[in-house]
């Protein structure tokens, strides 16, 4: 799975960009050194050159950015404002003060570039460990292959400390795999012979072999790639307003500064007023707060398209959940076994399971799973009909048994009215699912199953409305009783019930046209909650499972199979914007009361310009606040 073209020249671009910022602010540095030993020396004059070749070296190379800038991106960028400290300082003779504002400007984007590389770690890490080969079992043999040939139904080898290249199911008696990576779990999680391993995952035991579900391309970790190559080249909304305000910056500098050469008829305290108005602050800080938050997001297991998202997260004020598989496990299980005879609870159990265990229907699974845990012992169907959705029929040790719904097991023969009686026995409207099962044309029991909450579900819209979100409402395809059930468990405001993909679209298209309710999250897991995904303010998909195609279609991706972290994601986001616009509004704040100062004749460009350095570096460490808890 190599990187794509566009992440990884942004990736080269970025490293260049640093190491270019390094060598500047190398240069600036050995070059006020000098001139300073130069003047103890008694060498004014020599040191002084120093500095003014150092300043006309440093004013050359940010002349040639401020250019493409005005070519490229069409319009005069903030570093103008330090090119005309730096001419204006050696037009007035302060050659010491525009060494410093280089040093300056060169040390605040080795600084962002370290802070961002810092900030960026988790994903990048998640780019750099996707694997590029696989081990292919070929007619007994080992053949590495590109990942991009191994294709569903393949047999990998996954050897000790490997990263497992593809979905799919463990094919030898066990594999202990570590997912501390996309789920932030630190111990490993044993997976015996048929279970499912997710991509992405590394070996932390014995080599083990891998069944693959589906091509690497397709897989989940893939998808997650390519989501964190999308987040590497996105720009948040709040970082291009940061751009438009920081041009508006240059003008109001330009005024000041000629302001205070006007009253004072004093050249320097214009380029006092120059030197501390470099914006950097609202530069440095939007971009290293919000990539902060994206990447402390990954390391909660959640990985997010870009910093626009993190800037929704701290933004939203609606969320809207699916039901089966987000809010509740997505697995039905046994909750009781109504018996109607003489068969015992077991034995209903056992006959209904054999038939089942031939069908493909969730479920079935269900009951397949309920009897292997009951250590039930199941034999072998005869003579199976199906009916796709309604039941199964089929002999079992000579007996007829038929499990499905009322419908089916009237057209199977049995008496409606004994049917119906069955089906109100259990109480039905408590929102469960019923299995009616029929033995030698008698209802003989009804068997209920129930989806449960997922166990870290209970709190999620407590915490929620602690991190401000106004409305949490219930979108599902279910019946009305089971999801309104869910609603009053988990104390959600609204419940729409029974809605095909096209009714999801309909409610979140409507809840975006209301501005109290904007912007709009919407949380799911399938396939059908794609749409959705995609139409939402934001979408985020629980691809713990390897949701592919909601996955590919969301702005987010919950990697560790824990609905809690959407609120960890929503108090992320938050927590990042919220320090993204502190460091603006303190750095700024600080800046212009410099320029007052300087203004007044108080501040002369050097000390003008190393005050300035010491705001840039609080800024940005601010701004790294964003990556702790």
């Known amino acids: 799975m190599p990187a794509a073209d566009p992440a990884s020249a942004q990736r080269i671009i970025r490293s260049l960009i640093a190491s270019r910022a390094r060598i500047l602010a190398t240069v600036a540095v050995v070059a006020i050194a000098t ?77 962002e570039a370290a802070a961002s590389t810092r900030a960026r770690r988790e994903l990048t890490q998640l780019v750099e460990r996707a694997p590029h080969s696989a081990q292919l079992r070929v007619g007994g043999e080992l053949r590495e292959v590109p990942i991009d040939q191994v294709a569903a139904g393949d047999i990998v080898l996954v050897r000790t400390g490997e990263v497992v290249p593809v979905d799919g199911t463990v094919a030898t008696d066990e594999a202990v ?171 209903v159990l056992r006959l209904a399971a054999s038939v089942d265990r031939l069908s493909a229907h969730l479920l079935g699974e269900s009951l397949v799973r309920a009897a292997r845990e009951a250590d039930v012992a199941l034999s072998a169907p005869t003579d199976v009909q199906e009916a796709p959705g309604q039941g199964i029929a089929g002999t079992v040790d000579g007996r007829r048994v038929a499990v499905g719904s009322r419908a089916f097991l009237r057209s199977e023969g049995y008496d409606a009215d004994a049917v119906a009686a069955a089906y109100l026995a259990t109480g039905h409207g408590s929102g469960e699912a019923h299995i009616l099962v029929g033995i030698d044309g008698v209802p003989a029991g009804v068997i209920v199953l129930a989806d449960e909450l997922r166990p870290d579900a209970d709190r999620i819209v407590e915490r929620l409305r602690a991190e401000g979100i106004r409305h949490v409402a219930l979108v599902t395809g279910d019946r009305a009783s089971v999801a309104e059930r869910v609603g009053r468990q988990l104390g959600i405001d609204r419940v729409y019930a029974e809605q095909s993909p096209q009714d999801k679209l309909a409610v979140v298209r409507a809840l975006r046209e209301d501005a109290a309710c904007r912007p709009v999250i919407m949380v799911g897991d399938g396939v059908n909650d794609a749409p959705a995904l995609a139409i939402a303010d934001l979408g985020i998909a629980m691809g713990a499972a390897g949701a592919t195609v909601s996955s590919e279609t969301a702005d987010a991706v919950v990697t560790v199979d824990r609905i809690d972290r959407v609120a960890d994601a929503v108090h992320v986001g938050r927590r990042a914007l919220y320090i993204a616009r502190q460091s603006v509004l303190v750095g700024m704040g600080l800046s212009m009361i410099a320029m007052g100062f300087a203004a007044a004749g108080y501040l002369p460009p050097v000390a003008g310009a190393l005050l300035q350095e010491v705001i840039d570096l609080s800024v940005i460490l601010n701004a790294l606040r964003a990556l702790r808890g």
């Open 35 to 111: 001139g300073f030993a130069l003047h103890v020396a008694g060498h004014e004059d020599a040191g002084t050159q120093v500095w003014r070749v150092a300043v006309a070296l440093l004013a050359a190379d940010l002349a040639g950015e401020v250019l493409r800038t005005i070519i490229v991106d069409r319009h005069l960028g903030v570093d103008t404002i330090a090119l005309v400290a730096m001419v204006g300082a050696l037009a007035l003779g302060e050659e010491l003060a525009g060494a410093v504002v280089g040093l300056m400007f060169s040390g605040g984007a080795a600084l």
């Open 177 to 347: 795999v570590d997912t501390s990576t996309l789920s932030g779990e630190p111990l490993p999680v044993t997976l015996r012979s048929g279970m499912e391993v997710m991509s992405g995952t590394a070996n932390a035991g014995a080599p083990f072999d891998v069944r693959a579900h589906r091509p690497a391309a397709d897989s989940a970790y893939a998808a997650l790639v390519r989501l964190v190559e999308q987040a590497e080249a996105q720009r948040a909304p709040f970082m291009r307003l940061a751009d438009r305000y920081a041009g508006i910056f240059l003008p109001v500098t330009l005024l000041v500064a000629g302001i205070a050469w006007a009253l004072s008829g004093d050249a320097v305290r214009a380029l006092a007023v120059v030197v501390v108005a470099t914006p950097c602050p609202l530069i440095l800080a939007a971009p290293i707060a919000l990539v902060s938050g994206l990447s402390r997001a990954a390391r909660l297991g959640v990985i997010v398209k870009g910093a626009g998202v993190i800037e929704t997260l701290g933004e939203a004020r609606t969320v809207l959940f699916d039901k089966t598989g987000t809010l509740t496990v997505g697995t039905p299980d046994v909750q009781e076994i109504v018996t109607l005879g003489d068969v015992s609870r077991p034995e």
